[in-house]
């Protein structure tokens, strides 16, 4: 929602360059307001003591609480053209950190639209409320822009986005035995894999048990178990790789109701044949997974 007055030629926020401009601005505004509550605005304006941002929250902060009663059309243009480029920035930065290529100036008229709509909610007591308020306008609309068009799912929230006040977690006969048996049915489910997977480690050859006993209990390295075993570190690799896949494969078939069928790789004919050791460790190529 754009302020149609023809002076929304930017009020820029340049020094007394911008007390002048605002001073003429506010004259504008002499049918829609009192004499007192305009005084009152040309006196910030005018207040060399004030900074310029100063100067603009405090006027900025009046406006709308005219608007709020009042619903004066002249007050919104002026308050439209002292905010709209402030916002603006903030609009844009907030896209910007949700990855939203989203223009920010069509999310900035929903933002005063959301002004326009709410001035009820606005409370005057103290002389920067405008800018805080439109903050968490600017935030909450970002916010339901993102979710309008699907983003919400998506979209990381920025941590200070969340809510500082701890969420509040109701505790009832009915949650609490829910979670009771959620815990039961977690740790028997827990229990049945591992039986199943100790059922079928048993299942495999020594040689299997031996080197994913010592990669995966005793957390040696690779290199380690194969030296102890005295394989080569590749075989080794392909021992465990192919014992792992014996027991996934022999619980799979247990859950889908088959035979488990893990049967040991042959054990090889002599420590000192390296050839008929390899053809034994890659035996298992015959296998045909299900």
Known sequence: ????????????????????????????????????????LRSIAIDAQRGVEAVRDAVSTRLMESFRTTHGKASFGLLYE???QHLLVQVAGRLRRY???ADPRDVLQEVFFNVYRYPHRFNAEREDAFRVWSAMIVRNTVLK???S?????????AID???EQPEGVSASPLSGAIEAESR?????????????????????????????????VDECSYRQAADELGIKLENLKMVIFRARRKIHRAMRRVFDGMSPDCRPAREPRSTRDPVGATDAIFADDQEVDE
Request: hydrophobic letters at 40%.
């Open 1 to 40: 929602m754009q302020a149609s007055d023809p002076h929304q030629a930017e009020l820029c926020v340049a020094g007394s360059a911008f007390r002048e401009r605002l001073d003429a601005r506010l004259a504008d505004l002499n049918g829609e307001l009192a004499g007192a509550e305009l005084l009152g």
């Open 82 to 84: 002292l905010n709209s």
């Open 99 to 101: 990855g939203s290529k």
């Open 145 to 147: 822009h993102l979710r």
């Open 149 to 157: 068009i699907g983003r919400a799912g998506r979209s990381e929230v």
């Open 161 to 163: 986005d969340l809510s």
């Open 184 to 216: 039961e049915e977690c740790a028997r489910v827990y229990m049945t894999y591992l039986h199943l997977y100790l059922r079928f480690y048993a299942m495999l050859s020594e040689r299997e048990r031996a080197a994913l006993r010592m990669v995966e």
